[in-house]
């Protein structure tokens, strides 16, 4: 596609409640991040892909996260027994190779979770 | 760790002038790279300008620019002749060269006066 697309937009998840987030970034792209962005606050790192492989999930805040890429294109971002602190938007990004050096980042618009 | 501090919560300007916005870091790393981000309220982080540290040109994209002082580690961004549309969260975000992780500052919520 031509921009990095996240779906849902919007979710209001009851406490306790399992959600999943989709991220498809652009084709071709080899690395795929996810942040968390709390109200007021910027991003903070939760995990990143260089195709299917995660290679750093340090950020995910307790292992009621979980995050995979089986096929090396989408991706989904599990939050399991969701709690009122997940509330967030949650970003997805993507870069054309795996390097940092000169890798430009593009960002989705991000899923906004909230939990009740 | 690296870090990036947004002293300024929040700043406004007259439309048509021209408004500066502060970043500082700390590293110990020598290769690194520095991004301004735009997020308006669709919360799609826009990216404006990115400076290679290596580089001691201040990077320019039209009515930006940045002021980059290495040895201060300081990496603000000027905004000349605003506009309505420049209205939104402005964050700064440092990545370092063998990291792919950015490392965000708090953003600065800037406020354009029509």
């Known amino acids: 596609g031509a921009g990095v697309s996240q779906s849902p937009r919007y979710k209001v998840a009851k406490r306790g409640q399992d959600v999943a987030l989709r991220c498809d970034p652009i084709s071709g792209h080899v690395s795929l991040f996810w942040y968390q962005q709390a109200l007021g606050q910027g991003p903070e790192f939760l995990t990143y892909?260089?195709?299917?492989?995660?290679?750093?999930k340090s950020g995910l805040p307790s292992d009621r996260f979980f995050a995979e890429r089986p096929e090396g294109s989408v991706s989904t971002l599990k939050i399991q027994r969701t709690q009122q602190e997940d509330s967030a938007v949650y970003l997805c990004?993507?870069?054309?190779?795996?390097?940092?050096?000169?890798?430009?980042?593009?960002f989705g618009e991000g899923s906004w979770l909230t939990v009740v | 760790a690296q870090t990036v501090t947004q002293s300024q919560p929040e700043m406004s300007v007259q439309e048509a002038e021209t408004v500066t916005l502060s970043c500082t870091y700390d590293?110990?790393?020598?290769?690194?790279?520095l991004f301004w981000y735009k997020q308006p309220p669709s919360r799609q982080m826009i990216l404006v300008i990115r400076?290679?540290?290596?580089k001691q040109q201040n990077a320019t994209e039209n009515r930006f620019s940045v002021n980059f002082q290495k040895a201060a580690k300081s990496f603000s961004l000027k905004i000349s002749d605003s506009q309505l549309g420049d209205a939104a969260m402005y964050f700064c975000a440092y990545r370092g060269d063998s990291n792919y992780q950015l490392i965000w500052g708090a953003g600065t919520k800037l406020i354009i006066k029509p």
């Open positions: 892909f260089q195709n299917e492989a995660q290679l750093d």
């Open positions: 990004a993507s870069s054309l190779w795996s390097g940092p050096s000169g890798n430009t980042i593009y």
């Open positions: 590293t110990s790393e020598s290769d690194y790279y």
């Open positions: 400076q290679e540290a290596y």
